[in-house]
């Protein structure tokens, strides 16, 4: 042999959000646009994007990767570790019930235990009507009024399982119309 060994260029087709409507695109875009330049970017674009899209779209993962020069891999992989990103939409109310120790010792494991009966779903899931997500949460910060529970953006303390079932009937009501 007395060349350089020939090498073969095997061009990589990437996804362009097939799957996303113009608007996902759209804001995927641009939150990818306006952040990439940060050190460590990929957070904030996903914060970005679950904060006006209600989820990280599957769809949305190959779009990110490009943007950011990351594999799908990697994007997939942060966004599995976090338990804080989704990749469907929420319900329309999300319930987030601390699981701190402070909680537990006051009754949160059983509050737990009430919640996943009566929505009928496990944490990470959402309701067949759509109406609640239900999410666990590390500590609310709530630590003297526990068990507490985050309704949307509410926190509320002292839940026994009655009050939860106050909570979660407000939630299941009909949206009423505007």
Known sequence: ?????????????????????????????AACGRL?????????VLHAVQSALGHVPKAAVP????ELNLSVAEVHGVISFYHYFR???????????????????VGATAL?????????????????DGAVSLEPVYCLGNCALGPSVMVDERLVGRVTTGRFDELMSDCRAPAESS
């Open 36 to 44: 990439k330049a940060e050190a460590g970017s990929l957070l904030p």
């Open 87 to 105: 990749t469907t939409p929420a319900g329309r109310h999300v319930v987030h019930v601390c699981r701190a120790e402070a909680c537990q010792a």
């Open 63 to 66: 779009m990110i990767a490009g």
């Open 112 to 128: 737990e235990a009430h919640a996943k009966r009566l929505l009928g779903i496990d944490y990470h899931g959402t309701t067949a």
């Open 1 to 29: 042999m007395t060349g350089k060994p020939t090498r073969r260029v095997i061009p990589i087709q990437r996804e362009v959000g097939d799957g996303l409507d113009s608007r996902e695109r759209a804001t995927v875009a």
